[in-house]
C-alpha cells in the first residue's frame, strides 16, 4: 500500500483514555472495539498498544480478533509497547521476559511495525558497551518475530538522548534494530535540530511521535511527561524544524502521535483522537 506524506499513528497512550504510565496496570478503560472504531474514524491509519492493554485482550477476544478488527477498519499499521531492562538475563532480578515472552506473542499475529523498547528510569549510563550485545540478541529475536525493535531515548533515562541512541544502534549494526523518535523527548533532553542531523542516518529511523509542550518544566521530567504534554502547536517545540529534518533523512512516516496530559485523557476517546489527529496534520 502507498503510504501517504501525512499518514497518521495513534499512539497507545493517545487512544487510551482516563489511565496514564502512573498507573499499575495500565489497561485502557475504553473497549478495543470502540477505541480500533474511533481511531479509524479520526482519520488513523494505524495505532499503538501497551503490555497492559496486550495482556487484557489475550485473555478476552484474543490477538487474531484484534487483528481482524483492525483489516475491517482499514488499519494498516500496528505498533506495540514497551519493553524496558531487555539486557538483563531471564531469571535474574528486575529482568522483563514476562513483558518480552507476551510483546512477541502478540507480534507473532498482529505482525506489528516494530516493538517499541525503552532502558530504565536513572541516570545515564557511563558506558554503553554492556548493551551492545544484548540489542543485537533482542534485534535478532524481533526478526525470527517478523517484527524490528526501535529504542526510545527518553530525557529521564538511561539513554537519555538520540545522539546517545544513534550510537548504540550503530554499535549492535542489526538492521532490526533502530530508534523511535519523540519529539517530546528530543526538546526536553536539549537535544538540537542540528544534533538530529549530525547523528541520524535514514535506516535508523523506526518511527516518529509528534505532541508538544510549554517552555517550561512542570515538576519531574517524568511528571511533566505524563500529565502536562499539549496538542501538536500549542506549545514551544519547534515541530516543523524536526518535520523538516525529518523528511531530509528520507522519514515519509506514517506519523505517530502521543497526547498525554490530565485534560487530554479527560476526554471521550472520539473527540480526542479528532483533536490530535487535526493538531498533527498543522504541523505536516
Do not use: Q
Not at 6 to 24: E, F, I, K, R
Not at 215 to 232: A, I
Amino acid at each position: 500500500m502507498r503510504r501517504a506524506a501525512t499518514d497518521l499513528v495513534a499512539t497507545a497512550w493517545t487512544s487510551a483514555g482516563n489511565t496514564s504510565p502512573m498507573d499499575n496496570p495500565a489497561t485502557s478503560p475504553v473497549p478495543i472495539a470502540a477505541r480500533v472504531a474511533a481511531i479509524a474514524e479520526a482519520g488513523f491509519t494505524g495505532f499503538g498498544l501497551i503490555a497492559d492493554d496486550l495482556l487484557a485482550i489475550r485473555d478476552s477476544i484474543g490477538f487474531a480478533a484484534l487483528g481482524d478488527l483492525a483489516t475491517a477498519s482499514g488499519l494498516t499499521h500496528i505498533e506495540i509497547e514497551l519493553l524496558e531492562r531487555w539486557w538483563i538475563p531471564r531469571g535474574r532480578a528486575g529482568h522483563s521476559y514476562d513483558v518480552r515472552d507476551l510483546l512477541f506473542e502478540a507480534a507473532d499475529v498482529l505482525s506489528p511495525a516494530f516493538i517499541k523498547i525503552g532502558s530504565e528510569r536513572c541516570s545515564r549510563t557511563t558506558d554503553l558497551s554492556e548493551l551492545v550485545a544484548p540489542l543485537r540478541a533482542l534485534a535478532e529475536e524481533a526478526a525470527a518475530h517478523g517484527t524490528r525493535v526501535a529504542i526510545e531515548p527518553m530525557p529521564f533515562s538511561m539513554i537519555d538522548t538520540i545522539p546517545v541512541g544513534a550510537g548504540l544502534i550503530r554499535a549492535a549494526a542489526h538492521s532490526a534494530a533502530g530508534l523511535l523518535i519523540d519529539a517530546w523527548h528530543v526538546f526536553r533532553a536539549g537535544t538540537t535540530i542540528s544534533d538530529l542531523a549530525g547523528s541520524l542516518t535514514p535506516e535508523m529511523i523506526f518511527g516518529v511521535e509528534l505532541d508538544d509542550a510549554a517552555g517550561e518544566v512542570v515538576g519531574t521530567l517524568f511528571e511533566d511527561t505524563v500529565h502536562n504534554r499539549l496538542l501538536c502547536g500549542d506549545g514551544d517545540f519547534d515541530l516543523k524544524g524536526l518535520v523538516t529534518v525529518l523528511r531530509h533523512l528520507e522519514f515519509r512516516g506514517p506519523w505517530g502521535v502521543e497526547i498525554l496530559s490530565d485534560s487530554f485523557r479527560s476526554l471521550p476517546a472520539r473527540e480526542a483522537l479528532g483533536l490530535a489527529a487535526k493538531s498533527a496534520l498543522t504541523v505536516l
